[in-house]
Every structure is written in structure tokens, then in C-alpha cells.
């Protein structure tokens, strides 16, 4: 191999490892993997922990005998089906069995209540263990955040992926609560090492607004995608290969996340240029904390629409007019969903209501990036801390009270209470139109509708420098 050829090989290979859009990919990828794990276990524990605490449930042993007098073994196969779905219980009894079938319809109907009622008490107990990712999170975000600014980026990255490969493998092998406990509230940890340093290497990579927003989209997109697979997913490999499948391929595709960081990142120690301001000075940015509002306040298919659909749209029309949009739709959804009388009936409002929070995400995580830029230093791992913890602040809050909510007030009264507090926030909107900037050296250049900008360097900052 020529000298001229092994510099040629050298340079596509810093110019591919510079890439921004490999590195948008690895984020795409991290996001994914993070909401996949997270909804996949939707539709396993609650089975899985049932049989867990009931090992000697007699609804296994009316299959079992209901396999040795009919025609059609299909019917113990697919038990965990028929168990769910009585209607189809019952017609495949009367087309394979020869004789009376009084007894195992009256046999499975009385398991099927008693198993439906010991689901309800486990549901608060089961959202309390889904909540723990949230709660978790929270806690640590704070603590990611000025870390990143110390030492750059990709060492959290890459230890978010460390952590949810670990909690991938325990969700795999656990055998009790305690374990999937763990495993739920350990992911939380990497969900904020991967997420607040995902969203500040984007908004550092991306530094033009518009391009911005596109990142940001196409990122969260991941995220959108990752909360969609993950319950068909989950449910089918459980059903039919076993608990621990689903788990050890998200395992087999963190590790391919893993060592791409490995390869593009390559973690270490990278000190910020500029000091970024603390997470206190952050907080009490009175626009920050707008915008962290409504990710906090605000289905997956029209989620993950919306997020690559007004990620570059919000930009034109205004992130704040189109977050706003997003909370009035979320309002209406909201009351859509309890008026639904069957499963159909939900397929509209949970269609907007993803679509909504689509929009609302697409537009405040760019906007987050942006007030910073205005109001103090360019360096984003503190102010995506922010928009983490109230992010998690939903998902743990949710989880954790609606079961006890519900059963004292009902489902929809709940629903109609958040709708209102969509409502009465999405004219705060109207603040981030056009927030003033603190930095004099910065001069913020709006149209005439306000809906896009540009940055000017003032002639004080262009002395300094020597421009």
C-alpha cells in the first residue's frame, strides 16, 4: 500500500469520525435504545410478576386439561391469549370440544376475575417500579449536568451506555421485584448520563438554530421510535421465545451503540472554553424555566411524526407559536380519550395527543439550546439537565399517582383536570416569542413575525477580538 493511499485512508477516517451526522446517529441510537428498554417492559411484568407470586395458579392446570379433551391444541399453547380475550376463548371451545363446556367457561371466567382483581392491587406497586426511572433520574440530572461542563460530553455518553447495558442484562436474568426494581431505577442513571449529554453534544455540533432544530428533531425521533417498537416488541418475544429475549437483543444492540462511541467519540477528559453558568443562575432563567414547563405538562406513531415533521417547521413558524399549538391540542385530546367507548374510539385522540407532544418537544428542546445562547454562555449540559428533570418529572409523578388518583377520584376526572392545566399554560407561550437577550454583545435579529433569527456580532465584540 502506497504512502499516498494510507493518507487518503487516514483522512476519510478523521473526516468520518468528525462527521456531525454520525454523531447525530449515535444519539439517534442511544435515545432509541434508552425508550425501547424503557416501554418494552410495559407488557412483561405485569404477567411476568404475576406468575412470579402465583406459581401454583390453577388457570394453567384448566388449559392443561382443556388440551387433553379437545380437538384443537392451539387452545393451551396460546393460553396467555385466551385468558385475555374470553370471546375467542369461548368460540374456539365450541368448534374442538365435543362436549359440554358449562364447566371450563365457569371455571375459567372465576380465575380470570380473581386474576384481574390481584392485577388491579398490583398496578399501584407495578407503577411505583416504573416510576423508579423517573425518580432516579431526576436525582442524577442535576449532577450530570455541570459534570459535563467540567469534562466535556463523551464520558457521560459513554457511561449512560455502561449503566444501561448493565440494567439491560439485569431486566434479562431478575427473577423477583426486587431485581426488576433495580433494574428499573438503575436505567434511570443512564438515561441522564445518555440524554443530557446526547441533546448538549447536538446543540455544541449544531450551533446554526435552524440545523438545530432539525438535529433535535431527527434525535427525539428516536426517541419516538424506540417508545413505539418497544411494546409490540416486548410482547411478542415474551409470548413466544421467552422473558429474557427481548432484553439480551437490546443488549446486542446497546453493545453495537457502544462500541461506535468507542470508535467515534472516544471518550476523555474535554474542558469547556467558556465557563457555563451554574444550574442555580439556570433556574432562575424565568424563560428556561417556561420552556422546561411545558416539557414537563405534555400515541408514539404520531409522536414520532410530529417530532421530524415541526422540528425544521417550528423554525418558520415560530417555536413558540407551534409549542403552544402543541399544548391547546393536548388540551383537547385530553378530554377526547375518557369519551371513547371503545378501543377504536381511542385510536384520534391518542393520535393527536402524540402528535401534540411531538410538537411541544420538537420545539422547546431547540428553544432551551437557544435561550441559552441569548441569556448566558454557549455550554448545554446544565440547561438539558433542566429539560431532563422536568421531562422525568412527568414520568415519575405519572406512574407513581395515577393509580391512587384514579381510584379516588376516576379516570376522568383526571384526564380533565390535566387538560385544564394544559390549557391555562399554553398562552405563557406567548413570553418566548421573543425573549431579550442578556448578553449586550449578542444582538438578536428577528424578522418581522419573530419567527426566525440570525446572531451579529456587536462592534464591541469584534474590537475585543481584533475583527
Avoid at 257 to 272: I, N, R
Avoid at 438 to 460: A, C, G, Q, V, W
Amino acid at each position: 500500500m502506497s504512502y499516498e493511499t494510507i493518507q487518503l485512508l487516514k483522512e476519510f477516517w478523521y473526516k468520518w469520525r468528525s462527521s456531525r451526522v454520525l454523531i447525530l446517529f449515535i444519539v439517534f441510537v442511544a435515545l432509541f435504545l434508552d425508550n425501547m428498554l424503557l416501554t418494552t417492559v410495559v407488557p412483561i411484568v405485569p404477567e411476568y410478576l404475576y406468575r412470579l407470586q402465583h406459581p401454583n395458579d390453577t388457570v394453567d392446570d384448566t388449559y392443561k386439561f382443556l388440551a387433553k379433551n379437545c380437538s384443537n391444541r392451539e387452545i393451551f399453547k396460546h393460553r396467555s391469549y385466551f385468558v385475555r380475550h374470553p370471546t375467542e376463548f369461548r368460540a374456539a371451545l365450541n368448534t374442538s370440544c365435543m362436549w359440554n363446556i358449562a364447566w371450563a367457561l365457569n371455571q375459567t371466567e372465576i380465575q380470570n376475575a380473581q386474576r384481574s382483581i390481584i392485577l388491579q392491587r398490583e398496578n399501584r406497586w407495578i407503577g411505583l417500579m416504573f416510576a423508579s426511572k423517573a425518580f432516579v433520574q431526576l436525582l442524577t440530572n442535576p449532577f450530570i449536568g455541570p459534570l459535563t461542563n467540567r469534562i466535556g460530553y463523551s464520558i457521560p455518553m459513554f457511561t449512560g451506555f455502561v449503566i444501561m447495558f448493565i440494567s439491560t442484562l439485569t431486566f434479562a436474568f431478575s427473577k423477583s421485584f426486587g431485581l426488576l426494581f433495580l433494574a428499573r431505577a438503575i436505567q434511570g442513571v443512564g438515561s441522564a448520563c445518555s440524554s443530557v449529554s446526547g441533546l448538549g453534544m447536538l446543540a455544541e455540533r449544531y450551533p446554526d438554530d435552524e440545523e438545530r432544530g432539525k438535529a433535535m428533531g431527527t434525535a427525539l425521533g428516536g426517541l419516538a421510535l424506540g417508545v413505539l417498537v418497544g411494546p409490540p416488541f416486548g410482547g411478542f418475544m415474551y409470548e413466544y421465545i421467552g422473558k429474557a429475549s427481548p432484553f439480551l437483543v437490546l443488549a446486542a444492540l446497546g453493545l453495537f451503540d457502544g462500541l461506535l462511541q468507542l470508535t467515534v467519540l472516544q471518550p476523555g477528559v474535554s474542558g469547556e472554553p467558556v465557563e457555563g453558568a451554574s444550574l442555580r443562575t439556570l433556574i432562575k432563567d424565568p424563560y428556561i424555566l417556561l420552556a422546561a414547563g411545558a416539557a414537563f405538562l405534555p400515541a408514539s406513531i404520531s409522536y414520532l411524526i410530529g417530532t421530524n415533521l415541526f422540528g425544521p417547521m417550528a423554525h418558520k413558524i415560530g417555536r413558540w407559536l407551534c409549542c403552544m399549538i402543541g399544548m391547546f391540542l393536548i388540551s383537547i385530546a385530553l378530554i377526547g380519550v375518557p369519551m371513547a367507548t371503545s378501543m377504536y374510539g381511542l385510536i384520534i385522540p391518542n393520535g393527536i395527543l402524540g402528535f401534540a407532544i411531538g410538537m411541544v418537544d420538537s420545539s422547546m428542546m431547540p428553544t432551551m439550546g437557544y435561550l441559552v445562547d441569548i441569556r448566558h454562555s454557549s455550554v448545554y449540559g446544565s440547561v438539558y439537565a433542566i429539560a431532563d428533570v422536568a421531562f422525568c418529572l412527568g414520568f415519575a409523578i405519572g406512574p407513581a399517582l395515577s393509580g391512587f388518583i384514579v381510584q379516588a377520584f376516576g379516570f376522568r376526572a383526571m384526564l380533565y383536570t390535566i387538560s385544564f392545566i394544559c390549557l391555562c399554560y399554553a398562552p405563557l407561550m406567548l413570553f418566548l416569542r421573543n425573549p431579550p437577550a442578556k448578553d449586550e454583545k449578542i444582538s438578536l435579529i428577528m424578522n418581522e413575525n419573530h419567527n426566525s433569527f440570525s446572531y451579529t456580532r456587536s462592534k464591541s465584540l469584534d474590537n475585543e477580538n481584533g475583527y
